[in-house]
């Protein structure tokens, strides 16, 4: 976080955003096939306050939104997709 912090700082006044997108178990083919077992499964629905599986494509709109003009004025934040893990 603090490297997002600096490269905000330090690219800001070339008016470039420094962002960080930080994940949370993304159901990726490989993740399912190696690290997905039932108790794994039945441990992320107890734990993430969403009851669902997250998806490569929830990451992919986070990324989107911060490559787009609608987040134009954010820059040094750490954004957490993790379906609110507790």
């Known amino acids: 976080m603090t490297r997002t912090r600096s490269l905000a700082r330090d690219l800001g006044p070339c008016n470039i955003r420094v962002n960080c997108i ?23 629905m107890e734990r993430q306050c969403l009851k669902r599986k997250l998806m490569p494509a929830d990451i992919a709109r ?17 954004h957490i997709v993790d379906g609110g893990w507790v």
């Open 22 to 44: 930080l994940p949370g178990w993304i159901m990726t083919e490989r993740q399912v096939a190696r690290w997905l077992t039932p108790a794994g499964e039945r441990e992320l």
């Open 62 to 78: 986070v990324v989107l939104f911060f490559a787009s003009d609608d987040s134009g004025a954010r820059t040094n934040q750490n």
